[in-house]
C-alpha cells in the first residue's frame, strides 16, 4: 500500500492520524476538510460536524464493493436509507473524488473507523487521508471552546 504525501504537506510526516488539534487547526486555515463518516443516527445523537462532508462509512464501504461483517451490517440496517439519503451519499462520492489529492481528515466517534477508513480511502488513491485521533470524543470539546 503507498503512503505518498507531498513534500509540502503539513503531515508529510505523518502515519494515518492526526490529533484533533492539529486537524482543528488545519480545518480552520483551509488546508484540509473533515469528512464525518458516522451513521446518521450518531449524527441525531452527538450532533453533525460543521462544515464537515457527511459520508456514513459503511454506505461507502459498499460502494467500493467490500462486504460489511455482521455487526456493520446490523447498524447500517438500523439506519435504513431514505430516497434524500441515497442521493446526498452519490453527491459526497462526486465531492470526495474532487479532493482527491486534498488532505482528508476523517471522523467517527472514538477513532477507530475512521482510521480504517482512511487506510481504504489511499489504498484507492487517496494520498492525504487521515484520521482524527480520538474521534468526535477528541474534537468535541475543541468545537465548544472555539466558537
Known amino acids: 500500500m503507498s503512503h505518498e504525501h507531498a513534500p509540502d504537506s503539513p503531515l508529510a510526516d505523518a502515519p494515518l492520524e492526526c490529533d484533533a488539534d492539529a ?13 464525518d463518516i458516522r451513521q ?11 462544515g464537515a462532508l457527511h459520508m456514513p462509512f459503511f454506505h461507502f464501504k459498499q460502494h467500493i464493493g467490500m462486504r ?3 455487526e456493520e451490517q446490523e447498524l447500517l440496517d438500523a439506519d435504513a436509507p431514505r430516497e434524500e439519503d441515497v442521493l446526498s451519499f452519490v453527491q459526497a462520492i462526486r465531492e470526495l473524488e474532487q479532493r482527491r489529492h486534498d488532505i482528508l481528515l476523517l471522523v467517527c466517534n472514538s477513532g477507530r473507523r475512521s482510521l480504517l477508513a482512511a487506510h481504504l480511502l489511499r489504498g484507492i488513491g487517496y494520498p492525504q487521508a487521515y484520521s482524527v485521533r480520538g474521534g468526535m470524543h477528541a474534537l468535541l470539546p475543541l468545537l465548544q471552546t472555539r466558537r
Open 23 to 35: 486537524a482543528f487547526g488545519l480545518v480552520q486555515a483551509g488546508s484540509a476538510h473533515m469528512i
Open 68 to 70: 460489511l461483517d455482521d
Open 40 to 50: 446518521p443516527f450518531e449524527l441525531e445523537l452527538k450532533g453533525a460536524l460543521p
